[in-house]
């Protein structure tokens, strides 16, 4: 089974900064797809950002960015010029390319960023 | 469009009591999902769908049953309802694999 890890429950940056959020992930796979989920006070599950394995160019949208290192398995999220609307709890995700378990998305612990004005 | 729709949005239960928990989609969508949040423990899956009129177990499946009568429902019921399954509890659905999920807004469970 595959399972997410990240392992900084807790990040602050200051505002206008730059953070990077950790992931690593376990999976005997080759085929998959990485997610970084956003959930604001609001509790509101956002997309912030989606990775295909098979695609070695790294995956950005706007301010947001990952690090993909599919040989040692991770996927990190960089965020830059951090804004107070960023603070949120952040989960990764993996899914796998294989139509098993119905394509379910495993979750990592989730990291919680707080923006310092 | 409204997305995903779940309700009720909270909801306090006694020991022992049941309830169901309602999902709906309007995206046409073959994959729904129910998810609980826990604190510390990220989304953990408890039942899901692949299609009308099938369900299967997830990660934490324990004390819930499942329906999915129509494509764009799916429900989750607690039949005698726990402390411990006091939780946030999300619906999501997906298109197939290759997307992520849409999710809904959440329901907050208390059970006293």
């Known amino acids: 089974a595959q399972t997410v890890t990240q392992s900084q429950p807790e990040m602050s940056v200051q505002e206008a900064e730059t953070v990077t959020l950790s992931c690593t992930y376990d999976?005997?796979?080759?085929?998959?797809?990485l997610f970084w989920y956003k959930q604001p006070p609001s509790r509101q599950m956002i997309l912030v950002i989606r990775?295909?394995?098979?695609?070695?160019q790294n995956a950005t949208e706007n301010r947001f960015s990952v690090n993909f290192q599919k040989a040692a398995k991770s996927f990190s999220l960089k965020i830059s010029d951090s804004q107070l609307g960023d603070a949120a709890m952040y989960f990764c995700?993996?899914?796998?390319?294989?139509?098993?378990?119905?394509?379910?998305?495993?979750f990592g612990e989730g990291t919680q960023l707080t923006v310092n004005p | 469009n409204a997305g995903v729709t779940q309700t009720p949005k909270f909801r306090v239960l006694k020991t022992g009591q049941s309830m169901t928990l309602l999902c709906a989609q309007d995206?046409?969508?073959?994959?729904m999902y129910w998810y609980r949040q826990d604190p510390g423990m990220g989304l953990r899956l408890i039942h899901y769908?692949?299609?009308?009129?099938?369900?299967a177990k997830g990660e934490v499946p324990d004390g819930y049953n499942v329906s999915r009568l129509k494509k764009q429902n799916f429900l989750l019921g607690l039949e005698s309802a726990a402390p411990s399954q006091t939780s946030v509890y999300f619906c999501?659905?997906?298109?197939?694999?290759?997307?992520?999920?849409?999710f809904g807004s959440g329901t907050r469970l208390t059970v006293v």
């Open positions: 999501a659905s997906s298109r197939d694999r290759d997307y992520g999920y849409t």
């Open positions: 999976t005997s796979e080759s085929d998959y797809y």
């Open positions: 990775q295909e394995a098979y695609k070695q």
């Open positions: 995700a993996y899914r796998s390319a294989r139509e098993t378990s119905g394509s379910r998305l495993t």
């Open positions: 995206m046409n969508h073959e994959y």
């Open positions: 769908s692949v299609g009308e009129g099938t369900t």
